[in-house]
């Protein structure tokens, strides 16, 4: 499904090129569900980013279903993005103007589903995070843990085929978080394919497997430990 | 030092009235290290900001240092806060425009701190927090790790007699997060009093004491294990 071959990321800022990841090499099979971990800074975001499609390498290839994506422009990322990713991002990124309910649609709006559709899916997807309640609500008028719980519920709604989840209980306190990971077992096994970052090692254990990044590089477990 | 005393915050939205605390009766004694926790959207963060200033009560009293302080003007808030408090918050809430150095700098210019001050104090709390390097970047350019240090510098820059935190550990890996509980530890032994809103057992067992709050409530250890 997903294949990483010598990817960087280099972010070029007016006094220095800060190397984001450096030769990064990385399969994910169909239906695989990988945790991510690493130090603050590490490089983390910036991949999910790029495999997200949110962002392009700077060198390396990407290919996604066998097709390459990673000299796609912007309009042919976003096509594929909207139909096959679900995104839930480290700060939320919840619109302010928009309802609760109309942040969770609109992903959905973009996919050109019907407004029908959209208001089941909607519902049925807040129903699932206890936030149906707050749907006329905007997020300046939530917590922090409400507002990530509508992140989550945002990303579920198109019941995308693969999730990028960037510390999605980081937020949250362990009920609340248990229940957000009840939801990603259950979207696994549905067959989707999962790509969480979480600084908790007991929710990494419910991945498949986890991959660790240290100062832009992938390593194995035990350079992880000794690091 | 701080007191509150039946004390309710209500938030009114065109459809609903959310009662975020109702009836809180709270001492924290000068010098003390307060925990708290609680569910999503139980009434956390709203307890810290009218602790800190930096929103009002809608009934119930509040006296900080014997003085009566739920009555007082924005302006009159403000002149206390910037005195008194450093504050962590939940969405670190950093300024896009400015840099790490601005960021970390505006709270002493407020306080009226000489330009060579503010510097040698931006560049000793920047320094703390390992993020001396990446301070003339914008907190867009940082990670999500990155950009909480930074606010926790920022917090820390007046070197405050209080100290509100907001999961001050939310975004970060265990060694920056044991970092930052380390800093919060020399504060207090240097005789800050804290008040750590936490999900984290492990970093609410540094505290003296841990507050439990439940639907806006204040309830005993007890109750909180049982609901
Ligand atoms: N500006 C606001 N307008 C309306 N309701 C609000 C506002 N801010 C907070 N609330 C509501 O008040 C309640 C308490 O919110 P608060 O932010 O204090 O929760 P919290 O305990 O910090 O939760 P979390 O752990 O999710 O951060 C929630 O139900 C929230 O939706
Ligand atoms: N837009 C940007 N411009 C410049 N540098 C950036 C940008 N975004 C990220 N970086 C840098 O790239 C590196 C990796 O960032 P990334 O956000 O991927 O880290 P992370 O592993 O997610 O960290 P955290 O656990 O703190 O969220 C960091 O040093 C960061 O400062
Ligand atoms: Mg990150
Ligand atoms: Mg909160």
């Known amino acids: ?12 800022t007016d006094e220095v090129e800060t190397h984001a990841l450096a030769d990064v090499g990385l399969r994910i099979n169909k239906g695989e569900y990988i945790a991510v971990e690493g130090p603050s800074g590490s490089g983390k975001s910036t991949l999910l980013s790029i495999l997200g ?24 990322r976003a096509r594929i993005r909207n139909r096959e990713v679900g995104f839930i991002f480290q700060s939320f990124n919840l619109i302010g103007d928009l309802t609760v309910f109309e942040n969770v649609e ?4 973009y996919r050109g589903m019907s407004s029908s559709d959209r ?3 909607v519902q049925a997807a807040l129903e699932r995070v206890d936030m149906a309640p707050r749907m006329k609500h905007y997020p300046s008028q939530l917590s922090g843990g409400q507002q990530q719980r509508v992140a989550v519920a945002r990303a579920l709604g198109g019941d995308p085929a693969i999730l990028l989840a960037d510390e999605p209980t980081g937020n949250l ?9 009840d939801i990603l077992h259950e979207l696994h096994r549905g067959g989707a394919t999962i790509c969480m970052v979480t600084h908790d090692p007991r929710y ?12 832009g590089r992938i390593v194995g477990p035990e350079e992880a430990k000794r690091l």
């Open 204 to 215: 990494a254990s419910c991945a498949d497997r986890t991959v660790h990044v240290f100062d």
């Open 119 to 121: 208001k089941t899916r």
């Open 53 to 76: 499609l949110l962002d392009t390498p700077t060198a390396g290839q990407y290919t996604l279903n066998s097709h390459s994506v990673d000299k796609l422009s912007a309009p042919e």
């Open 1 to 12: 499904l997903i294949e990483l071959v010598g990817l960087s990321k280099v972010f070029y």
């Open 173 to 181: 306190d362990s009920r609340n978080g248990e229940a957000v990971m």
């Open 106 to 109: 609109l992903p959905l709006t």
